[in-house]
């Protein structure tokens, strides 16, 4: 029954990003065909065989050995802080390390690692897809560099771009995460779970985002080659200076993570009281409502449906980390934990249109404009990218 469902879903979500096609004549249905057919693999290798199994235990431990590593520098610095009696204190336990992965990050983007294997990869997706190579790039290079760095690897491009194809780039960045960031997410998630996010998030911003704003051959110039320098020159001018911008940015990363969890936390405990006192459920309580019917799209249990709800609206109005200091106190079903782990790991919310926005505005200032003008419909297209890859998921756990 719960495969039917979900089979249900993905059809329901499919169709819901159809009506908001623009071009519905022009959409590319093989290519939706492929991608889907490929994260059906992915999840059936990773969830339901020895081989993917491993794989993914052998990839999870090994970050967890790296983030083990940043740890040594989180202890050294905080020393005793790190102990505090009967819990643990959310921006050392959690943000802290993300100062540490975005130095990683930084150096293997200077070494020429990343950018050659996320070109390679791209171009490969467009050949088997047929999708444009900018945009294909672009979903691949989100998947490590999050919203603001993927678009600014692609800053030459955006400005010749149609408003279709930039749709389709927005989409990708905001649908995505940094992987920068994963080593706060796995304090409070399944490793297992944020990796393959990662991969069916890549598919389904290009899947969701191809069918709103279909691309006609014409409009692509299929000449035009993406320069992966962008990224190296972005990362510092040598080792060491990749190295310490990497550290800086991690931490106005943390910084930021930690202004914006004060600010809505408390803005939701403020609304939750109000709305309490007027209509007899808080805010959170009236989201999980809202959105059970879609968490039942996802697969996710009768008994979990309410709270499932609770997790997604509260992201998509606040932001992932939110939801996920919510969700580790919470008592859910295995099943139900994994699709929401799925859901959860993306920065589609409320706050990223703007994120996304600005970068856009930065980089060209008609395609900024461009950018708000789709702002409300580039927030449903990356939560129904959450809503495919989590049900996808479901399918198989």
Aim: glycine share 10%; aromatic share 8%.
């Amino acid at each position: 029954m719960s495969i039917l469902i979900g089979v249900l879903g993905i059809l329901v979500f499919l169709g819901l990003a159809f009506l908001l096609s623009n071009r519905k004549k022009a959409i590319n249905y093989k290519s939706v065909g492929i991608m889907l057919g490929m994260q059906f693999i992915i999840a059936l290798l990773m969830f339901r065989t020895d081989v993917g199994l491993f794989i993914i235990e052998t990839i999870s431990g090994g970050f967890a050995t790296v983030i083990s590593y940043g740890n040594e520098g989180v202890n050294f610095v905080l020393g005793d802080l790190m102990v505090v009696e009967g819990g643990s204190v959310f921006f050392l336990d959690v943000l802290m390390i993300i100062i540490f992965t975005s130095a990683l990050l930084s150096i293997l983007t200077y070494t020429g690692v990343l950018p050659i294997a996320i070109k390679y990869v791209g171009g490969l997706m467009a050949k088997i897809t047929g999708l444009p190579k900018v945009e294909t790039f672009n979903a691949v290079n989100s998947v490590f560099f999050g919203q603001s760095e993927a678009l600014l690897a692609i800053k030459s491009q955006l400005p010749t771009m149609t408003k279709n194809r930039v749709f389709i780039v927005t989409t990708s960045a905001m649908a995505s995460v940094s992987a920068s960031i994963i080593g706060a997410y796995f304090t409070m998630l399944e490793p297992r779970y944020v990796l393959v996010a990662m991969l069916l998030n890549m598919f389904n911003g290009l899947i969701v985002a191809s069918i709103i704003a279909p691309v006609e051959k014409n409009e692509v110039d299929e000449q035009v080659e993406v320069d992966t320098k962008v990224l190296r020159d972005q990362s510092g001018s040598s080792l060491f200076d990749a190295i310490s911008r990497g550290a800086l940015d991690g931490g106005k990363v943390a910084l930021i993570v930690a202004a914006m969890l004060v600010a809505f936390i408390g803005l939701i405990a403020m609304l939750n009281g109000l709305f309490a006192a007027t209509i007899g459920l808080t805010l959170q309580e009236l989201l999980g409502y809202i959105f059970a019917p879609f968490a039942w799209l996802m697969g996710i249990p009768a008994v979990d449906l309410l709270q499932a709800g609770n997790l997604m609206g509260t992201k998509l109005v606040a932001n992932e980390f939110v939801a996920m200091l919510d969700f580790v106190d919470m008592d859910l079903t295995s099943r139900a934990t994994g699709i929401i782990s799925v859901f959860l790991t993306s920065f589609a919310a409320v706050g990223s249109v703007g994120i996304v926005a600005g970068t856009a505005q930065a980089i060209n200032d008609k395609t900024g404009k461009q950018v708000a003008s789709f702002g409300l419909k580039l927030l449903a297209a990356a939560t129904l990218v959450s809503l495919l890859s989590g049900t996808v998921v479901g399918l198989f756990i």
